[in-house]
Nanobody, 110 residues
Framework: QVQLVESGGGLVQPGGSLTLSCTASGTVDYNHDMSWYRQAPGKRRELVVEIKNTRTYYPEDTKGRLSASRDYDNNKIYLRIDDLIPADTGVYYC?????WGQGTQVTVSS
């Protein structure tokens, strides 16, 4: 069974940057997607980026502010967010098949 642990969240000022990490433990199939989701306050969880092999899919136009990657050797995925805006605030979750991490809080505020 796979377990996911996110880290890297925090309080950041608008315009700043941060990188979120998610570490997977257990038997991870490299052929399966891994994804980042965000749940903003009072809203449902939504897909931020899907990572499959070397390709990434961003469902929203993030104007190049987001960059996701996957480290297959260490079973990690990353999400870098540049030029943070208040709308980036939320809990960020890592997902592998039907498994979710506990989330990491990102708050963008001055």
């Amino acid at each position: 069974q796979v377990q996911l642990v996110e880290s890297g969240g925090g309080l950041v000022q608008p315009g700043g940057s941060l990188t979120l990490s998610c570490t997977a433990s257990g038997t991870v199939d490299y052929n399966h997607d891994m994804s980042w989701y965000r749940q903003a306050p009072g809203k449902r969880r939504e897909l931020v980026v899907e990572i499959k092999n070397t390709r990434t899919y961003y469902p929203e136009d993030t104007k190049g502010r987001l960059s996701a990657s996957r480290d297959y050797d260490n079973n990690k995925i990353y999400l870098r967010i540049d030029d943070l805006i208040p709308a980036d605030t939320g809990v960020y979750y890592c997902r592998y098949q039907n498994t979710w991490g506990q989330g990491t809080q990102v708050t963008v505020s001055s």
